[in-house]
C-alpha cells in the first residue's frame, strides 16, 4: 500500500499545485512551512539531507532518492522563465486579461507555474520573486523581470 501511495504523490501533479486557487493555508500540512514562511515574504522550498536535492512542492520524501530526511531551505528568490503565455481571454473570475502565466525555473533548480507582473518576459529572461497580497490568506509568490542582475539585488 505504501508503493501506491508513493506512485500517487509522486504524479507530476506541480503544475496544478501552485496556483491561487490550489494551495491552502491549511491543507496538507506537508505545505505548511511554506505557508509560514510565505507570510514573512520568504520562499521555502525542500532539500534533501542525504543527496541535497531540492525540490518543489513539499513531499514527504525526497523524489530522487526516498529519503525522508527533508529540510526546508530559503531559496535566493531568482529563477530564469522555463515557459511562458499570455492569457488574453476572461477564464477565471478575478484574473482580468491579459495577464501572463509563467513556469520558472528556480536557481536552486526546481520549477514552478506562477504569474509574471510588471513588465512581460519571454524564455530565458531572468526574473525575482515578489509576492502577491491575499486578503486573509498568505501572499501567493510571483515573478517580476530582473532588468540588471547588478542593477537590481
Ligand atoms: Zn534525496
Not at 531568482?78 to 478575478?94: D, E
Request: charged share 25%.
Amino acid at each position: 500500500m505504501e508503493l501506491v501511495g508513493r506512485h500517487f504523490l509522486r504524479r507530476p501533479r506541480w503544475y496544478l499545485l501552485v496556483t491561487e486557487f490550489d494551495w491552502q493555508a491549511d491543507g496538507d500540512p506537508t505545505h505548511r512551512p511554506f505557508w509560514e514562511a510565505a507570510t514573512r515574504r520568504t520562499l521555502l522550498i525542500q532539500q534533501c539531507a542525504d543527496c541535497d536535492q531540492y525540490q518543489f512542492y513539499a513531499r514527504p520524501f525526497c523524489i530522487r532518492c526516498e529519503s525522508d530526511a527533508i529540510l526546508w531551505s530559503t531559496a535566493c528568490g531568482t529563477a530564469t522563465v522555463y515557459s511562458v503565455t499570455t492569457v488574453r481571454k476572461q477564464w477565471v473570475p478575478g484574473f482580468t486579461p491579459p495577464y501572463s502565466v509563467a513556469i520558472v525555473e528556480l536557481d536552486e533548480g526546481p520549477r514552478l507555474l506562477t504569474n509574471i507582473i510588471n513588465g512581460d518576459a519571454s524564455i530565458g529572461d531572468r526574473v525575482r520573486v515578489v509576492w502577491r497580497e491575499r486578503t486573509g490568506l498568505p501572499p501567493v509568490p510571483v515573478f517580476e523581470p530582473l532588468k540588471s542582475e547588478l542593477g537590481e539585488a
